[in-house]
C-alpha cells in the first residue's frame, strides 16, 4: 500500500501570527506532499513497497532514503509545534532536561545553537541516546533513528520552513518555535515512550 | 558599446578570486529590480544585503579569528580545507555570490554564448539543448542547499558539476575541479519568494537572465 500525506494535526491557520497559513500551504501541501509522492515512485514494484517507513529509512540511502526520511522528518515536525506552544516542560521531561544540560536555559541555549548551526538545509533535535538527552544537528534528510538515537522534538531549518515568514532570519524563528509553538506534551510522550 | 552595456562591463567586478583580506561587500552590477518580472527585486535585495554580507562578515571574522592576513579569495579557496567549516562555509559563499551577480543580467542585455563557447559546448557536453539540459539536472538534482556550475577542467575541457551548500570547484575539497564560467544558486533562500517549492521553474526562468558576454569572457579566460 503507497504512502500517503497524514493531515496536519492542527487547523492550516492554527499556528499564526508565528507560521502562516501560507508557510503551511507550501510546507505541508507541496514539500511533504512531494516527498511521499518522490517515494511511491521510487519504491513502486520494489522490496520496499511492502516494507514500513522506518524499515526503508534504515535500509536505504541516496534518493530513497532523502525522500523517506523527509516524509517521516515532516511528520514529526507537524507533532512538535502546536497553538499555544512553548512555554516549559513539566514533570519527567523537565527532570530530565535539568539532569542533562543543567537547566531549561541551557538546552535552549544548546538547541537555538544546533539549529542556527546547521549550515545549509537541515533540521536540530532532542534526542534521547544511551539513557540521556542530548542536542544533535543534520543535514538534508538525515535524523536520529539512523544513528540509533530516538527523536524527541525537531525543528525543521531548510529555507522552506521559515522563508516566507522569517526571510533570512532564522534565529528569529528558533526563538519563536521554542517560546511558543513547542508541543511539549509531545516531546514528554515521546521520553516516556523511549526510557 | 550601448551604454547599458558599458555600464554593465564597468560595473562588473574584477575577478572575485582576486579580492584581498579583508573582504568587502561588491556593489551589484545592476539595480534590485533590473531582473523583474524574471528574478524579483525583494529577492535580490535579501539575498545581496543579507545573505551575502552575512557571509563576508562571516568570513572576515572566521580568518580574523585564525590569525590569516593578507590572502586573496582565491587563495583561500585552494587550500580551504586547513581554515575548517566556518571559512569553508563563508568564504565559499562570498565568491559564489560575487560571481553570481555578475553572471546576471537584465534579460535582453545578456548576449548569447560566443561562437568559442558553443564550440566548446558541443566538443564536451553534446550541444547548448543538451548543456542546458545537464545544467537543470544538476541544479534540480542537489538535494538541500547548494550550487549548479558550468566550469573548465584543468585539461581545458567544459564539464556540468554541483556542489552542496556554499562549496565550490575552486576549492581544494571539491570532487571535481576547474575555474566556474556558469553559476546558479539552489538554495531555497535564491528563488523561494517567488518560486517557493518550484526550483525547476526558477531555473528555467533563471536562462532569461544569464549574463552570456560575462560567461564568454570568463571562459576566455580560463582557456587562455
Known amino acids: 500500500m503507497p504512502f500517503s500525506l497524514p493531515d496536519l494535526p492542527f487547523e492550516k491557520t492554527a499556528l499564526e501570527p508565528f507560521i502562516s497559513a501560507e508557510t503551511l500551504d507550501f510546507h505541508h501541501g507541496k514539500h511533504h506532499a512531494t516527498y511521499v509522492n518522490n517515494l511511491n515512485g521510487l519504491v513502486a514494484g520494489k522490496p520496499e513497497a511492502s516494507m514500513t517507513l522506518e524499515q526503508i529509512i534504515l535500509a536505504s540511502d541516496g534518493a530513497v532514503f532523502n ?110 518555535f521554542l517560546a511558543k509553538l513547542v508541543n511539549w506534551d509531545f516531546v514528554a510522550a515521546n521520553l516516556a515512550k523511549a526510557v | 558599446m550601448s551604454s547599458i552595456t558599458s555600464t554593465l562591463a564597468a560595473a562588473v567586478v574584477a575577478a572575485p578570486i582576486a579580492a584581498t583580506q579583508p573582504f568587502v561587500l561588491p556593489e551589484m552590477p545592476y539595480a534590485y529590480d533590473a531582473l523583474e518580472p524574471h528574478i524579483d527585486a525583494k529577492t535580490m535585495e535579501i539575498h545581496h544585503t543579507r545573505h551575502h554580507k552575512a557571509y563576508v562578515d562571516n568570513a572576515n571574522a572566521a580568518l580574523e579569528a585564525q590569525g590569516v592576513t593578507g590572502k586573496t579569495l582565491g587563495q583561500i579557496l585552494a587550500e580551504v580545507s586547513k581554515y575548517g567549516a566556518a571559512v569553508r562555509n563563508n568564504g565559499g559563499g562570498h565568491y559564489n555570490h560575487s560571481l553570481f551577480w555578475n553572471l546576471m543580467a537584465p534579460a535582453g542585455k545578456g548576449g548569447g554564448p560566443s561562437k568559442e563557447l558553443l564550440a566548446a559546448i558541443d566538443r564536451d557536453l553534446g550541444g547548448l539543448d543538451a548543456f542546458k539540459k545537464a545544467f537543470a539536472d544538476a541544479a534540480v538534482k542537489r538535494f538541500g542547499s547548494g550550487w549548479a556550475w558550468l566550469i573548465v577542467t584543468a585539461d ?67 582557456v587562455k
Open chain 2, 156 to 222: 581545458k575541457k567544459l564539464a556540468v558539476v554541483s556542489t552542496p551548500n556554499q562549496d565550490n570547484p575552486l576549492m581544494d575539497i571539491a570532487e571535481v575541479k576547474g575555474t566556474p564560467i556558469l553559476a546558479l544558486d539552489v538554495w531555497e533562500h535564491a528563488y523561494y519568494l517567488k518560486f517557493q517549492n518550484k526550483r525547476g521553474d526558477y531555473i528555467q526562468t533563471w536562462w532569461n537572465v544569464v549574463n552570456w558576454n560575462e560567461v564568454n569572457r570568463l571562459f576566455g579566460e580560463a
Open chain 1, 67 to 176: 525522500n523517506a526520511a523527509q516524509v517521516w522528518n515532516h511528520t514529526f515536525y507537524w507533532h512538535c509545534v502546536k497553538k499555544d506552544g512553548g512555554g516549559l516542560p513539566t514533570g519527567a521531561l523537565a527532570e530530565a532536561i535539568d539532569r542533562d544540560f543543567g537547566s531549561f536555559d541551557a538546552f535552549v541555549k544548546e538547541f537555538t545553537a544546533a539549529a542556527l548551526g546547521q549550515f545549509g538545509s537541515g533540521w536540530a533535535w532532542l534526542v534521547f541516546d544511551n539513557g540521556k538527552l542530548k542536542v544533535t544537528k543534520t543535514a538534508n534528510a538525515d535524523l536520529p533513528m539512523k544513528h540509533g538515537q530516538v527523536a524527541l522534538l525537531t525543528i525543521d531549518v531548510w529555507e522552506h520552513a521559515y522563508y516566507v515568514d522569517y526571510r533570512n532570519a532564522r534565529g528569529k524563528y528558533i526563538e519563536t
